[in-house]
């Protein structure tokens, strides 16, 4: 398997956080409080969009025509309005978390079944820039390291 090690890195991580996140409470994680204003509600929800968004592309870069267009999700305001528009602030959390450790453990697994020979195709992920399904799999770390420092410095900050 290509990405074993990065599987075998981010796997305990989705365990170890589903822990955490269940463990805060209400008050906590309803407040905005991030440079973005949003919540730790809706980072996590950002989270599920972006999971699911990433398990799209590693499907269609496996036998689209190289580069695919995507609808731009992570630009122009997009990503807020996804979190808007599916009321994340408004879930229930328990749901919330369910759907964020399953959604990154099925973007996991399919991350585990990609055809070496298509690590080349690349979608358009903005006017003159083109990312590689391995480009993308391997910045996928960075990304959601990223939003659970921003959601731990929120866990932090409060106490």
């Known amino acids: ?39 730790i509600r809706q980072i996590v929800g950002h989270m599920v969009d972006s999971a699911s968004n990433n ?8 036998y689209r025509e190289s580069p695919v267009e995507f609808p731009n999700y992570a630009t122009y305001g997009n990503n807020d309005r996804w979190i808007a528009i599916q009321n994340y602030q408004h879930e229930n959390w328990e749901d919330l978390v369910q759907l964020w450790k399953y959604a990154h453990l099925h973007f996991l697994h399919v991350v585990g079944a990609i055809d070496p020979d298509k690590l080349n195709q690349q979608w358009k992920a903005d006017e003159n820039e083109f990312v590689s399904l391995k480009e993308m799999v391997l910045d996928f770390p960075r990304h959601f390291q990223l939003h659970l420092s921003e959601i731990n410095q929120l866990i932090t900050n409060t106490k």
């Open 55 to 62: 398990t799209h592309r590693v499907v269609h870069l496996q």
């Open 1 to 39: 398997m290509i990405f074993a090690e990065l599987i075998n890195e981010v796997r305990p991580s989705i365990y170890d956080w589903e822990q955490k996140l269940n463990g805060l409470d209400n008050e906590l994680i309803s407040n905005r409080k991030n440079s973005q204003n949003r919540s």
